[in-house]
């Protein structure tokens, strides 16, 4: 008996009905607020964290300025895939929602971005990969851990050896947001029971999860990248980290 959410649907309905807020949760990106400003803003704000994440790969490991092949998991409606296409010769953006990549798909043709294929699962990536540059912020986080896991491992199976990886996720949270975690088992228990007898009807909500970080850490490792190095970030109390790392050869 399970109580996560789908959040395949949430993520789906987010994106059709306000997909920049979904993304970066700031009220100057709400759907009846936008803009012409805004929405460059939005696009902008991209390019300075992709930025940060090339040159964090280019200290630690010595990645090249440019890439052969790069991937974006959970690209949304292209705010990081945009800047980090400019770096590759071909770029895969990485979205479970069919909204979400039409948006990005708009956002391509209207910058004359062709070497660019939006999919919606690592799996059916692989078809244009080995990647040299895997990418995904804020996303994970938003996918119970069980199901991230398996897409991590997705995704590092298609990471060309000498690749480079940027990944981010939550492990931890501040102790006003815990109370669900901290709940003892019989409550747990009877949220479990009424879930599944009372699914909840409404759909676009945002979920946070936090993930072991010493089972991501084997799971790199098996998987051919045993050095990494990580950046905590926090965003709202939600506390994790970007981990940084090069499949060896």
């Not at 981010?168 to 709940?183: C, E, G, I, V």
């Not at 009424?194 to 979920?207: E, K, M, T, V």
């Not at 926090?234 to 506390?239: E, I, M, Q, T, V």
Request: proline share 5%; charged share 20%; net charge negative.
């Amino acid at each position: 008996m399970s109580s996560e959410r789908d959040t395949d649907s949430d993520w789906n309905q987010l994106g059709a009905v306000d997909p920049f807020w979904a993304v970066i949760t700031d009220e100057r990106f709400r759907a009846d607020k936008m803009d012409a400003g805004t929405r460059e803003a939005f696009y902008e704000s991209g390019l300075s964290d992709v930025d940060h994440f090339h040159a964090a790969l280019k200290r630690c490991f010595s990645a090249p300025d440019h890439f052969e092949a790069c991937l974006d998991f959970g690209a949304g409606v292209g705010r990081l895939l945009v800047p980090m296409a400019k770096r590759a010769n071909h770029a895969v953006g990485v979205d479970i929602a069919d909204s979400m990549r039409a948006i990005c798909q708009a956002r391509l043709d209207e910058l004359g971005l062709t070497a660019v294929e939006l999919v919606a699962t690592p799996k059916a990536a692989a078809a244009f990969g080995p990647f040299d540059w895997i990418n995904s912020f804020i996303v994970l986080q938003h996918i119970p851990p069980a199901r991230g896991m398996e897409l991590m491992a997705d995704l590092l199976a298609t990471l060309r050896p000498g690749g480079f990886l940027s990944l981010q996720l939550t492990s931890f949270r501040d102790a006003h947001l815990m109370s669900q975690d901290t709940a003892g088992p019989v409550r747990k228990l009877l949220r479990e029971v009424r879930a599944s007898l009372f699914p909840d009807p409404q759909l676009g909500q945002i979920s946070m999860f936090d993930y072991d970080l010493g089972q991501v850490l084997a799971l790199l490792t098996r998987a051919g990248c045993p050095r990494f190095v990580l950046d905590h970030t926090n965003h709202g109390g939600h506390h994790g980290y970007m981990i940084y790392a090069q499949k060896v050869g």
